[in-house]
């Protein structure tokens, strides 16, 4: 048996680690933003993927009637689902990774904003048409996507994540 020296508790503070351990209610107030974000996003799909059906089932099933375009109805709809999927899990994703108090996952939920904010800027800008459903659905996300931003930056889930990048990293 070797020799341990004695642990220097002197270097432990219990006070903040007992107040590390839950995230702050800004953080867990953002995380159920973007949580709501993730439930948006799905019933868009789903939504989108019935609308897109409905479509696509008009225009190639009734108006064109047996053709080898009835594929095209599966694509159309095999990419929503799967694009749909995508961006629901990355909500998923970001939440998950906001609560456990994750440096790089707030920056990289800022960065996912901007990316969003730039290209509903673009759509607003250059007047592109939208339905009245898809522009409801982007102004939500918008919204819960800065509520949840705000959140993440305020000071107390800030000194959160500062917490545990110093416990973990």
Do not use: K
């Not at 048996?1 to 220097?8: E, K, L």
């Not at 800022?110 to 290209?119: E, K, N, R, V």
């Amino acid at each position: 048996m070797s020799y341990q020296p004695p642990y220097d508790w002197s270097a432990w503070d219990f006070n903040s680690a007992l107040e590390t351990d839950h995230p702050p209610s800004s953080v867990r107030i953002a995380v159920r933003f973007i949580l709501a974000g993730a439930a948006i996003e799905a019933l868009a799909m789903i939504l989108a993927m019935l609308a897109l059906g409905r479509i696509l089932h008009e225009v190639v099933y009734v108006q064109i009637g047996p053709s080898p375009l009835h594929w095209s109805v599966d694509i159309g709809l095999a990419y929503l689902l799967v694009l749909g999927l995508i961006r629901t899990g990355l909500w998923l994703w970001m939440a998950a990774n906001n609560n456990a108090g994750r440096r790089w996952a707030r920056g990289l939920s800022t960065a996912f904003f901007g990316i969003y904010s730039l290209a509903l800027a673009y759509v607003i800008v250059r007047g592109v048409h939208v339905g009245g459903a898809q522009l409801l659905f982007t102004v939500a996300l918008w919204l819960v996507g800065i509520a949840a931003i705000i959140l993440l930056w305020q000071r107390e889930s800030s000194e959160f994540i500062a917490a545990r990048a110093r416990r973990y990293y």
